[in-house]
């Protein structure tokens, strides 16, 4: 198996991975950007996205992707599209080993993002960008004056629903329990909105409704009696939680109890020097485009420094 050294590795490819490879390239730091099996990372599986700065009528997220994807191009960065299996964080130069190559790096920034969870119903995946969603910040516009649902019961679950009901008509919060988990402060606001009603003690077991006409409604099963219902619908929100994609860097970077990278405040260094993380592998709070690509960016100026330094 060949080796190839390069001064900057990223690992990642959506908005924070692009980012970070336009800053280290337009740097003169001929960046290796490995994009993994989905080039793009989530934004790939959305459809219009209206609130990323600069694109007054929308654009959709594989061609902001793309647009990324090209730009770093532009200024000298190499691709790869293949899966990362393993990495050596313990001695420098730093190791990524792929299926057909081992790369060595002397600086390493990681944006792996985090997938979120989904309830892995049949057509759920389909439905994604047609009234199946994961960010109430990103699509609910789309939704104004529309009946829609959120999945969940913690303090996410409650933010996306509250957050809805400045555009829905009606949102209702689908909890398999009897109470919620969320803190008492967002359970009292939740129970105080009118547009929002809480159907309890049942979980969507279907989803009814396909491309291009979108969610028409649910089937909502009991979880006392497995009794079933049909629930009216034209939008649902997954809020059960995210999954970092740090596995690889388990034992070798230290994460919180959640499985995200922690970083320095104000920061993305790592426990590691010379390692860096950005996008939402680090970040369980916002988990925007935006942000990403403003990580990606710190990430990127912070290595270069450390670079110059060695």
Request: net charge negative; glycine share 8%; aromatic share 8%.
């Amino acid at each position: 198996m060949t080796t190839k050294h390069f001064e900057i590795i990223i690992i990642g490819s959506g908005p924070a991975g692009y980012t970070a490879a336009i800053y280290a390239a337009r740097a003169n730091l001929a960046p290796l950007l490995i994009q993994g099996a989905m080039p793009g990372g989530q934004l790939t599986t959305t459809t219009e996205v209206e609130n990323y700065p600069g694109f007054v009528d929308g654009i959709l997220g594989p061609d902001l992707m793309l647009e990324m994807e090209n730009q770093a191009k532009r200024f000298g960065c190499t691709f790869q599209t293949t899966l990362v299996e393993k990495v050596d964080l313990l001695q420098r130069p730093y190791k990524i080993i792929t299926a057909e190559e081992t790369f060595t790096a002397d600086a390493l920034i990681i944006a792996t993002g985090a997938n979120p969870r989904y309830l892995d119903l049949p057509n759920e995946k389909s439905l994604i960008g047609f009234g199946v969603s994961t960010c109430a910040t990103c699509d609910g516009a789309f939704f104004r004056e529309q009946t829609i649902a959120v999945v969940g019961g913690g303090d996410s679950a409650c933010e996306e629903a509250l957050f809805l009901t400045r555009f829905a008509k009606k949102v209702y919060l689908i909890h398999r329990r009897d109470q919620l988990r969320a803190s008492k402060i967002m359970q009292d606001r939740v129970f105080k909105n009118p547009k929002i009603e809480m159907i309890w003690n049942s979980g969507v077991s279907e989803l009814i409704g396909e491309k291009p006409t979108g969610l028409q409604k649910v089937i909502l099963t009991s979880t006392l009696d497995n009794s079933k219902r049909e629930l009216e619908l034209t939008g649902i929100f997954m809020a059960i939680g995210h999954v970092p994609n740090s596995q690889l860097f388990q034992n070798q970077l230290d994460l919180d109890s959640d499985g995200y990278i922690i970083t320095a405040p104000d920061s993305t260094k790592t426990t590691v020097a010379g390692v860096f993380a950005c996008g939402d592998v680090r970040d369980k709070v916002y988990r925007q485009a935006i942000t990403a690509a403003g990580s990606g960016c710190m990430a990127a100026i912070e290595a270069e420094r450390y670079l110059e330094s060695l």
